[in-house]
């Protein structure tokens, strides 16, 4: 049980667009979600945290206009990364805890490299 | 603020000896949990172990085992008897109430340390 979906795993886009990424509890209703970022040999820094039918709460430093969090159901988040840049370059790593709220389970991640 | 120290950035050890990873972190949360986690080089992070603040007692999981000591804030991780599938990233992390989520507990992290297991 548990189980985190991201998807896409990877994508590579050109700076100025847009990119989307979606986290799933496929077997869970999720009541919160995060949105982690990990640079190369990096830990993970918490970006944002969100629940469903509510605005997300950004980490200081976020930008909420760039680093757009729409949590639309108890099942699915969406991470959109608006107007990308090379610097945006990362490894997203989403999760979600249940109603227990006492332990977060990942997803496998999306590596997004902006050209 | 919270914070969690793993001290060790890269440990190298040959196969089947044992290996403690070193945690310590700090809070003003009388109520907490620590967790451990593990992120193989696939990138995908596995969950491990959460320990209540109120629950000191030591776990024991097949080759892994944890001790976590209030008195000096520190929650440990040994693997006894290491084997290559062992190499590893691992993060040590704290949980925070998330201001304005009542119940919302979001994940400090510590960097890490590399585990690489030599055959």
């Known amino acids: 049980g548990a189980v985190v979906s991201q998807h896409p795993s990877w994508v590579i886009c050109k700076s100025g667009t847009s990119v989307k990424i979606e986290c799933r509890s496929l077997?869970?209703?999720?009541?919160?979600m995060f949105w982690y970022r990990q640079f190369p040999k990096q830990s993970l820094m918490l970006m944002a945290t969100?629940?469903?039918?509510?605005?997300?709460?950004?980490e200081q430093g976020v930008e909420k206009d760039k680093f757009l969090i729409n949590h639309a159901s108890l099942t699915l988040s969406t991470l959109t990364v608006t107007s990308a840049h090379p610097e945006d370059s990362s490894f997203y790593i989403c999760?979600?805890?249940?109603?227990?709220?006492?332990?977060?389970?990942f997803g496998p991640g999306t590596r997004l490299t902006v050209l | 603020a919270q914070k969690v120290t793993q001290a060790q950035t890269e440990i190298s050890v040959v196969e089947k000896e044992d290996v403690t990873l070193d945690c310590v972190y700090e809070?003003?949360?009388?109520?907490?949990?620590l967790f451990w986690y593990k992120q193989p080089p696939s990138g995908e992070l596995v969950f491990l172990i959460r320990?209540?603040?109120?629950?000191?007692q030591n776990e024991i999981s097949g080759r892994y085992s944890w001790n976590f000591q209030k008195s000096t804030s520190s929650f440990n991780f040994t693997i006894t008897a290491s084997q290559v599938v062992d190499s590893a990233v691992y993060f040590c992390?704290?949980?925070?109430?998330?201001?304005?989520?009542?119940?919302?507990?979001?994940?400090?992290f510590g960097q890490g340390t590399r585990l690489t297991i030599n055959p």
């Open positions: 809070t003003r949360d009388t109520t907490y949990y």
């Open positions: 992390a704290l949980s925070e109430d998330v201001p304005g989520r009542q119940g919302a507990q979001k994940l400090v």
């Open positions: 077997d869970f209703q999720a009541t919160t």
């Open positions: 969100s629940n469903e039918g509510s605005k997300a709460t950004y």
């Open positions: 320990r209540n603040s109120f629950d000191e």
């Open positions: 999760s979600a805890t249940g109603l227990a709220g006492d332990t977060q389970y």
